[in-house]
T-cell receptor, first 112, second 114 residues
């Protein structure tokens, strides 16, 4: 079974600074997708970024980018120029066997 | 795209009562998922549908839980004889079903069993 591990329960960053959230996963598959989702206090889970395992190029969406290391099964999220609206729970997720498996999340606090 | 809609937003019930939640997916999405999320945890998979067919159920889904998607559109999740351990956020998500398509989540239904 696939597992996703987020070892940082909480992180904080000064506004406008850069922060990196860690994620590792375990799978025996070679083709899969990885996602980062954001869950603000309003509760709705919002897609931040996704990465196809067969692509070596790291995905980027505006201020959000990933560092995907397939051999190490690592998938970290970097948030640049942090903004107050980035405060949320961030979940790393693995898509395989037709469903998403989530990590336990990292609570990100932005310090004004 | 009006998003995934879930009702009710909150439900408080007494132990032993039955509850039913509804999820309306994005209209062109043929995949529909149910997840459960407890405080401080990531969402856990419960079940998913491809159109009206329920293709997988987690072992977390005890006999007291049943989900339906009768016409391949909206879905209901029923919990019979609720227990305090059922208190959680129940999330619904939908997708097109294509391999690289992300899941779009609703706001969830928060269940409190007293």
């Amino acid at each position: 079974a696939q597992t996703v591990t987020q070892s940082q329960p909480e992180m904080s960053v000064q506004e406008a600074e850069t922060v990196t959230l860690s994620c590792t996963y375990d799978t025996s598959e070679s083709d899969y997708y990885l996602f980062w989702y954001k869950q603000p206090p309003s509760r709705q889970m919002i897609l931040v970024i996704r990465q196809e395992a067969y692509k070596q190029q790291n995905a980027t969406e505006n201020r959000f980018s990933v560092n995907f290391q397939k051999a190490a099964k690592s998938f970290s999220l970097k948030i640049s120029d942090s903004q107050l609206g980035d405060a949320a729970m961030y979940f790393c997720a693995y898509f395989g066997n037709e469903k998403l498996t989530f990590g336990t999340g990292t609570r990100l606090t932005i310090i004004p | 795209d009006t998003g995934v809609s879930q009702n009710p937003r909150h439900k408080i019930t007494k132990r032993g009562q039955n509850v039913t939640f509804r999820c309306d997916p994005i209209s062109e999405h043929n995949r529909l998922y149910w997840y459960r999320q407890t405080l401080g945890q990531g969402p856990e998979f419960l079940t998913y549908f491809q159109n009206e067919a329920q293709l997988e159920k987690s072992r977390l889904l005890s006999d007291r839980f049943s989900a339906e998607r009768p016409k391949g559109s909206f879905s209901t999740l029923e919990i019979q004889r609720t227990e305090q351990g059922d208190s959680a956020m129940y999330l619904c998500a939908s997708s097109t079903g294509m391999y690289n398509s992300p899941l779009h989540f609703g706001n969830g239904t928060r269940l409190t069993v007293t």
